[in-house]
């Protein structure tokens, strides 16, 4: 019987962490998926506040869409409202921004 140690099948090619050193810790089930990420996005040097603000702006859109349509007030030229018109496409531009590159409209150092 094997006392432990390195055998022929031991995993030789080590961690993939970029951070080191390793240690096991204790989380809740429902959890590991969503901490493994931010672990690993971490470990791979990207700013996960950037994400995590995206994601905030970009709900806020989607809310701004939505009352817009539910406080629409109809005109005779339309009796519904039209987001795929030219006033909305800025809106339509920053939002797609913020979908594909975040970090561009985010990074602290563009605001100076």
């Known amino acids: ?3 432990g140690g390195r055998t022929s ?3 030789t090619g ?3 962490w970029r951070s080191g050193q390793t240690k096991t810790i204790r989380v809740p089930v429902v959890l590991e998926a969503q901490i493994m990420d931010y672990a690993r996005a971490i470990d791979g040097a990207i700013d996960v506040s950037h994400v ?3 994601d905030s702006i ?3 859109i989607d809310r701004y869409i939505a009352w817009r349509h ?3 007030r109809s005109t005779q030229a339309a009796k519904e409202p039209d987001t795929t ?3 909305w496409d800025e809106l339509r531009k920053f939002q ?3 979908r594909e590159n975040p970090a561009v409209l985010l990074d602290d150092d563009t605001c100076r």
């Open 1 to 3: 019987m094997s006392k």
């Open 9 to 11: 099948g031991t995993w």
């Open 14 to 16: 080590g961690s993939t």
């Open 52 to 54: 995590n603000t995206a």
């Open 58 to 60: 970009l709900s806020a």
């Open 70 to 72: 539910q406080n629409y």
């Open 85 to 87: 018109s030219r006033t």
């Open 96 to 98: 797609r921004l913020l």
